[in-house]
């Protein structure tokens, strides 16, 4: 079950109402939520991973992709030329959750090594600006392709796996986890008056649409001395009307 943007908004309007606050105009409300959106998904990214819940919550976000066309590797770097596509990841990217490569071990690495024709997943750590500093001089931390890392630049992930042979070991793939943009709420004063709610249909569950209403209704109060906001003081009785009129038409 999801939530509409009109649901959303007489939700708020009811709230206002509730509190004895000034109403809003339409694009007032249209800028909260959507900044009421991305204050939820701000909260609760750090703790994505260590709460099921969380990570319940923001599962319409989570992307997953895997790039298999590769770049032939330039000083043992390769750059995945999908993800350069503007219309896969950056378009739409917020953050990255995890990146993933496959290897495949064609010839020892070693004379003891027994991974010859095999393939292994090695997860990809961010090349930080510490990690980049500290890289200077110390070959115990230098990238190899069980210790691979990866940087963001120019709208391409740049995967380096280290100083080893291509004909000993090559890429196969990148996998990507990665929380996208938020859908923009879009509400017009037609499908507010509207017998029927045609309007749009938000894309997470309920429960988050009812979360995020009392983000948005927050930041709203919180502003609540905001000259724009006070300005439309026929409040109450318009929202009143509204309601009525909602509730009326079903």
Not at 17 to 25: D, G, I, M
Not at 48 to 72: C, G, H, P
Not at 98 to 109: D, F, L, M, N, T
Not at 162 to 181: F, H, N, P
Request: aromatic share 10%.
């Amino acid at each position: 079950m999801h939530i509409t943007a009109r649901q959303a908004y007489i939700n708020v309007l009811t709230e206002l109402v509730k509190e004895e606050a000034p109403t809003l105009y339409l694009e007032d409300f249209l800028y909260y939520i959507n900044k009421a959106i991305s204050e939820y998904m701000k909260s609760r990214y750090e703790m994505f991973e260590l709460n099921q819940q969380l990570a319940d919550d923001m599962r319409v976000w989570k992307k997953t992709y895997i790039s298999t066309s590769l770049t032939t590797p330039v000083n043992n770097i390769f750059q995945s030329k999908v993800v350069a596509g503007k219309t896969l990841i950056f378009a739409h990217y917020r953050h990255l959750l995890s990146c993933v490569i496959e290897v495949y071990i064609s010839r020892p690495i070693t004379k003891c090594d027994q991974r010859a024709g095999t393939e292994e997943l090695y997860k990809v750590t961010r090349m930080s600006p510490e990690i980049k500093a500290g890289l200077l001089g110390n070959k115990y931390l230098e990238a190899t392709f069980y210790r691979p890392y990866y940087e963001i630049m120019d709208n391409n992930i740049i995967v380096s796996i280290g100083k080893v042979e291509a004909s000993r070991v090559a890429v196969k793939s990148v996998r990507i986890e990665y929380l996208c943009q938020p859908e923009k709420v879009i509400l017009t004063e037609d499908e507010i008056e509207a017998d029927e709610d045609t309007s749009q249909v938000l894309e997470f569950p309920y429960e988050v649409g009812e979360e995020i209403t009392k983000v948005a209704l927050k930041l709203i109060l919180e502003r609540g001395s905001n000259p724009r906001l006070q300005s439309n003081v026929m409040v109450n009785q318009a929202i009143s009307d509204v309601t009525t009129g909602m509730k009326g038409g079903k």
